[in-house]
């Protein structure tokens, strides 16, 4: 089936929303964690807009509860439509080795890096203040464990010491595999309703509700058209739909939401960090509006995020080991020079066309060998053979 080329978009925009969070956690660390971190920004300003609306602009953890969402959407669209068992097979084969490859990838760059003393994020988080930024990369690497956490533990053992943004990986792969196993058992079964119902109460308090929020959405999407179809001549609960999930994507994970406009919502049922239900939820109602609304679907079919989707993994995977060697090399040069901020922007500036070119590098030679190998895995071990 072709590709839906706004969820690509969507998935592109994503990706940078969390590269650019990075550089916030990095170098502005008080607009993400709030109180008690090192500012610098007029009057502690970066402490005020923690706690409001505008942390959406570089919030992460809200664009990775929308690439859980996509996944969930995009790992059941082509069941829903065909409803071919072969197709879960297909899919649960191939997921480790589509996924394993380009991890793997990240995280042996990072040990060479490590090797090779190319890291330069504690003198930058030093200065910057960011304890989470000068905390990392600070072990003696190990070949045959970093050959361990690329292979197995990012996906099973949550050890991803060499590339932080790996504790993702696991709820990827364990979430894909809940899809699978959903859409093998219920689903071609008439009231698979009442198994949505019992898998969003067992999961509402985890990431993994994203993966059934978006399989369900796939599911309407291919078998609900006339409900959908009300939605959408509804203008004003797409509006309502978007303000309402961009709300819920601003809800603050960094820091503690008591003396904000959110404290409100801070409910002791939905587990010890709400942050987690309110990003899935807006991400969900994101996805929603994005479905039925052309004006949506035609901003995210642009070239540009087009293209970042096509490389969103693989600048996922490594915009941050560049932030740690030559960001931060850029940022020490800079900042004894200038001031802090241009220090800041110009690093930034100076490393997004790298983090693309490499991304893009990545995805050609690695990402894309990675999914023809697990084409490869399946058809030549568990394809079935025409009858």
């Given at each position: 089936?072709r590709?839906?080329?706004?969820?690509?978009?969507?998935?592109?925009?994503?990706?940078?929303?969390?590269?650019?969070?990075?550089?916030?956690?990095a170098?502005?660390?008080?607009?993400?964690?709030?109180?008690?971190?090192?500012t610098?920004?007029?009057?502690?300003?970066?402490?005020s807009?923690?706690?409001?609306?505008?942390?959406?602009?570089?919030?992460?953890?809200?664009?990775?509860c929308?690439?859980?969402?996509l996944?969930?959407?995009?790992?059941?669209?082509k069941?829903?439509?065909?409803?071919?068992?072969?197709?879960?097979?297909?899919?649960?084969?191939?997921?480790?080795?589509?996924?394993?490859?380009?991890?793997?990838?990240?995280?042996?760059?990072?040990?060479?890096?490590?090797?090779?003393?190319?890291?330069?994020?504690?003198p930058?988080?030093?200065?910057?203040?960011?304890?989470?930024?000068?905390?990392?990369?600070?072990?003696?690497?190990?070949?045959?464990?970093?050959?361990?956490?690329?292979?197995?533990?990012?996906?099973?053992?949550?050890?991803?010491?060499?590339?932080k943004?790996?504790?993702?990986?696991?709820?990827e792969?364990?979430?894909?595999?809940?899809v699978?196993?959903?859409?093998?058992i219920?689903?071609?079964?008439?009231?698979?309703?009442?198994?949505?119902?019992?898998?969003?109460?067992?999961?509402?308090?985890?990431?993994?509700?994203?993966?059934?929020?978006?399989?369900?959405?796939?599911?309407?999407?291919?078998?609900?058209?006339?409900?959908?179809?009300?939605?959408?001549?509804?203008?004003?609960?797409?509006?309502?739909?978007?303000?309402?999930?961009?709300?819920?994507?601003?809800?603050?994970?960094?820091?503690?939401?008591?003396?904000?406009i959110?404290?409100?919502?801070?409910?002791?049922?939905?587990?010890?960090?709400?942050?987690?239900?309110?990003?899935?939820?807006?991400?969900f109602?994101?996805?929603?509006?994005?479905?039925?609304?052309?004006?949506?679907?035609?901003?995210?079919?642009?070239?540009?995020?087009?293209?970042?989707?096509?490389?969103?993994?693989?600048?996922?995977?490594?915009?941050?080991?560049?932030?740690?060697?030559?960001?931060?090399?850029?940022?020490?040069?800079?900042?004894?020079?200038?001031?802090?901020?241009?220090?800041?922007?110009?690093?930034?500036?100076?490393?997004?066309?790298?983090?693309?070119?490499?991304?893009?590098?990545?995805?050609?030679?690695?990402?894309?060998?990675?999914?023809?190998?697990?084409?490869?895995?399946?058809?030549?071990?568990?394809r079935?053979?025409?009858?």
């Open positions: 089936m590709k839906i080329k706004y969820l690509d978009g969507l998935r592109g925009f994503a990706a940078f929303q969390v590269v650019f969070h990075h550089f916030v956690l170098f502005y660390p008080a607009l993400f964690s709030g109180p008690g971190i090192p610098h920004l007029a009057d502690g300003l970066e402490v807009l923690s706690g409001s609306i505008l942390n959406l602009l570089w919030d992460g953890n809200f664009a990775v929308i690439f859980f969402v996944s969930g959407f995009v790992l059941s669209h069941f829903f439509v065909k409803k071919e068992n072969e197709i879960v097979t297909a899919s649960a084969v191939k997921r480790y080795f589509r996924l394993a490859l380009p991890v793997a990838f990240s995280v042996f760059v990072a040990y060479v890096f490590m090797r090779l003393s190319f890291f330069r994020n504690e930058a988080g030093i200065i910057s203040g960011s304890g989470w930024f000068l905390s990392i990369w600070n072990f003696k690497p190990d070949f045959w464990d970093c050959l361990n956490q690329g292979f197995i533990g990012a996906f099973f053992q949550g050890t991803f010491e060499y590339n943004l790996l504790w993702t990986i696991a709820y792969f364990l979430g894909s595999f809940l699978f196993s959903f859409l093998a219920f689903g071609k079964a008439k009231n698979r309703s009442l198994a949505y119902a019992f898998l969003i109460l067992v999961f509402f308090q985890t990431y993994y509700l994203a993966f059934i929020l978006g399989m369900l959405l796939s599911d309407l999407t291919a078998n609900e058209k006339k409900l959908l179809a009300k939605f959408k001549r509804q203008k004003i609960w797409q509006v309502v739909f978007l303000v309402l999930g961009l709300l819920l994507g601003s809800y603050p994970i960094g820091r503690d939401p008591q003396g904000t959110y404290a409100f919502a801070n409910l002791s049922w939905l587990g010890a960090e709400p942050a987690v239900f309110y990003h899935v939820m807006g991400s109602l994101l996805m929603i509006v994005l479905l039925e609304s052309k004006r949506m679907q035609n901003f995210f079919a642009r070239k540009t995020f087009l293209f970042l989707g096509e490389i969103s993994f693989t600048m996922y995977l490594l915009h941050f080991i560049i932030m740690g060697s030559f960001s931060s090399f850029v940022f020490l040069k800079l900042q004894p020079i200038m001031s802090y901020h241009f220090a800041v922007a110009l690093s930034l500036l100076a490393s997004l066309p790298v983090i693309i070119f490499v991304s893009y590098v990545a995805h050609i030679y690695v990402d894309k060998k990675s999914v023809n190998f697990s084409h490869f895995v399946y058809e030549k071990f568990f079935r053979d025409e009858d």
